[in-house]
């Protein structure tokens, strides 16, 4: 779900960036000392998953786990996902740095806002836990392609066409990545449930 260098137009790019730094700076202050290893693993673990890409029609697709991220880090998914992103623009050269900032909007967004919509739902029944989980995973995937398409439309009306292949080639994705968010968040609030109350 990477945008490449040389598309965006200038005020979509610094409009990504301003709110990207924003973001990552208000994560930084959130994270504690004792969740250091927690953003870590799931940051290497976006890592990792990104790199795995699936053809599909003229692009591909890989999962994200944004929306276990922002159910376990809260606003810490920002500078998680912010490292990931620039790892991966500086050893395989995915996205770009000038792209950065939108790229973190893209998928960090999101995250912390399917991360904060399903809080509420972390301390009640088993069953809601589930539904609310998969609903992170999912509904994640689908903001970030529709983030992608509106910076794509924003730069030029002709990527139109591009914006549409974009959300239909991710549906598959987003039924994955609500399954993984789910079994994920379930096993962790079995075995230890204090991961996800000390966002």
């Known amino acids: 779900m990477h945008i490449s260098e040389g598309i965006l137009a200038a005020p979509v790019l610094l409009c990504g960036a301003s709110l990207a730094g924003v973001g990552t700076l208000v994560g930084l202050r959130s994270i ?4 250091i290893m927690t953003v870590a693993i799931l940051s290497s673990a976006f890592f990792v998953a990104s790199l795995i890409h699936v053809p599909i029609g003229p692009g591909s ?5 944004s929306g276990l991220m922002g159910v376990m880090l809260g606003w810490g ?4 996902i912010a490292a990931a992103l620039l790892l991966q623009a500086v050893f395989f050269q995915f996205g770009g740095f000038t792209v950065l900032g ?35 995973g999912f509904v994640s995937i689908a903001l970030s392609a529709l983030l992608m398409a509106l910076a794509l439309i924003s730069t030029d009306q002709q990527f139109w066409l591009t914006a549409k292949v974009v959300l239909f080639a991710h549906l598959p994705i987003m039924v994955v990545e ?22």
């Not at 998914?77 to 998680?80: F, N, T």
């Not at 609500?178 to 966002?199: S, W």
Request: charged share 15%; proline share 6%; aromatic share 6%.
């Open 32 to 35: 504690n000392m004792d969740r």
């Open 61 to 65: 697709v890989h999962l994200l786990l």
């Open 77 to 80: 998914c920002v500078p998680a």
């Open 102 to 136: 939108v790229n973190i909007v893209i998928m960090a967004g999101p995250a912390l806002l399917c991360g904060l919509l399903v809080r509420p739902f972390l301390g009640r029944g088993e069953k809601q836990l589930q539904i609310a989980a998969f609903l992170a």
């Open 178 to 199: 609500g399954l993984v968010t789910m079994f994920v968040v379930r096993f962790v609030h079995k075995v230890q449930p204090d991961m996800l109350e000390g966002r």
